[in-house]
C-alpha cells in the first residue's frame, strides 16, 4: 500500500509541474496554490526536497550564481511526475465522493 502523500509534499510537487524553481520561489508558489493556507519554513523546505531527491521524485535541473550564494533550481523527475499525477487522480476520487456524499444531504439539516 502506498503512503498517502502529505499536504506540504503534494503541494511542493504541484509548484514544481509546470517548470524548475528554487528554495524561496518554490516557498512563494506553495503558498500561491495553497492559497496562502500553507506557509512552508525554509528549514521545512530543504528538509523536504532532500527527503524528495533522495526518493528519486526531483533532481537538481540547474545552478546559477546570485550575488556570489549558488541558487539551486529543483525540478520533477519522470517518476516525480508520475507520482504526482497517481497522487492528483487518488485525491480527485475522494472529492467526488465527498461531493457526492453532500448532494445526498438533506437541504434543511437532517440529522447525521
Known amino acids: 500500500m502506498t503512503q498517502e502523500m502529505r499536504e506540504p509534499t503534494f503541494l511542493m510537487l504541484t509548484a514544481l509541474a509546470d517548470s524548475p524553481k528554487h528554495g524561496y520561489a518554490l516557498i512563494e508558489e506553495v503558498d500561491r496554490v495553497s492559497r496562502g493556507h500553507v506557509r512552508l519554513k525554509v528549514a521545512t523546505l530543504y528538509a523536504a526536497l532532500d527527503r524528495l531527491e533522495k526518493e528519486g521524485t526531483i533532481r537538481i535541473a540547474r545552478e546559477e550564481r546570485v550575488q556570489g550564494r ?9 517518476d516525480g511526475v508520475d507520482l504526482l499525477a497517481e497522487e492528483v487522480a487518488r485525491r480527485e476520487v475522494t472529492v467526488a465522493e465527498a461531493r457526492r456524499r453532500l448532494a445526498l444531504r438533506p437541504a434543511f439539516g437532517g440529522a447525521l
Do not use: D, K, M, S
Open 70 to 78: 549558488v541558487r539551486r533550481y529543483v525540478e520533477l523527475t519522470p
